[in-house]
């Protein structure tokens, strides 16, 4: 092997984290090593990282494996016990450098922790930037928070350090992820809420063109950052929600804080703000006791905000959590909800592309040809493609767009 090599599951953060545990294998000279970073938000997704340790066992015989990420946090014991595993580390240690230095038997890394690393994410033409980690809520469904612990969050100088790092190396976009990133600041001395920090770090940072954020919870956005949304050009007009359900029932016995009203009113009031925008949204089908018609509200809301990217999951049940031990829905009905859910979000989708014929806008080139506009939208371009930059594309036909002269 020519050096570590890192396999993610699930979300941006742990893309974010992977990065910085690649970073300080190589300072302790982990060459021959294959860290395996997984999720644990889905039991489809732990059985995904299990097969994948096994398979790269086979193929990498002599390779050192080392696992990591939620579902190693919370069950490490299944992972340790697993024959093609050599080393479980925890979530709370994962970005420490002194962690993969004790795996190499020296004393002390070459490379500092996550706060200050250089980061390079390979392949990827956005960067991302870890601002809060871990959650204080207890959704029905989540396991998260057993994962990764209760809500802590980057100072802003750190970030702003981070960001501009990140420009210097000649990325055009950052995405700023977490846990439960609305949660920002309350651990920090003065508690500054997150549009706060991004006003700031965009003021200290003015050399960043683009800045998006990860999965926003309904219920907390804060005012300063309404007032970012309706001000700052550089925060992209995409906001990506996590919504769950459009059924206020369903949503209580998930736990959640928001209603199907409060993410209708937060949409209008985005496009209020900024008739450019478009929305992503995370939904679970299936829920335990979700009916036909609770479903069916779920679709409504979808319609009725025009939500665009869907990221749709049929429910699995997490051991230890309070919804496994609710009446649960049939397999199959999750299934074909979500199918449709996904249908829906397809048509959704296809009518936006249809929106943009006509158009030229700002893309972000990325690698194999494609670009991806300040809404998300990702397009198949045509024209010489300086790879990480951003260039004007006209879209002539839905889905393709060519590049300006």
Known sequence: MSGPEVVTFGCRLNTYESEVMRQHAIAAGLDNAVIVNTCAVTAEAERQARQSIRRLRREKPGARIIVTGCAAQIDPQKFAAMPEVDHVIGNDRKTESSAFAALSGKGECATPDSET??????????????????????????????????????P???????TRALVAQGYREVVFT?????SYGG???????????????????PELPRLRLSSLDPAAIDEDLWRVIAEEP?????????????????????????????VID???????????????????????????????????LVEECG????????????????????????????RDRAERLRALGAKMA????????????????????FGCTLQFAKLKLHGELPVGEIAVAECLKPGEAWLAA
């Not at 990506?240 to 016995?253: E, F, N, P, T, Y």
């Open 156 to 162: 802003i100088g750190v970030i702003a350090e981070q």
């Open 234 to 262: 550089r925060l992209m007009p995409h906001l990506h929600l996590s919504v769950q359900a459009g059924d206020d029932m369903i949503l209580k016995r998930m736990k959640r804080r928001h209603s199907g009203q409060d």
């Open 266 to 300: 937060l949409c209008a009031r985005a496009r209020r703000l900024r008739p450019d925008i478009a929305f992503g949204a995370d939904f679970i089908t299936g829920f335990p006791t979700e009916t036909e018609a609770m479903f069916e509200n779920t679709l409504a």
């Open 350 to 369: 296809d009518a936006h592309m249809q929106s943009l014929v006509g158009q030229k806008f700002d893309v972000l080139v990325e690698q194999n040809g």
């Open 307 to 334: 939500l665009t990217w869907l990221h749709v999951f049929p429910y699995s049940a997490r051991k230890g959590t309070p919804a496994a031990k609710m009446p649960q829905v049939p397999g199959e009905i999750r």
């Open 117 to 154: 690393v250089p980061l390079h994410f390979e392949g990827l033409q956005r960067a991302f930037v870890e601002v809060q980690n871990g959650c204080d809520h207890r959704c029905t469904f989540c396991i998260i928070p057993y994962g990764r612990g209760a809500s802590r969050s980057a």
């Open 178 to 182: 977490g846990v439960d990133i609305v």
């Open 187 to 205: 651990d920090l001395p003065g508690q500054p809420k997150l549009g706060q920090m991004v006003r700031r770090v965009l003021a200290l940072v």
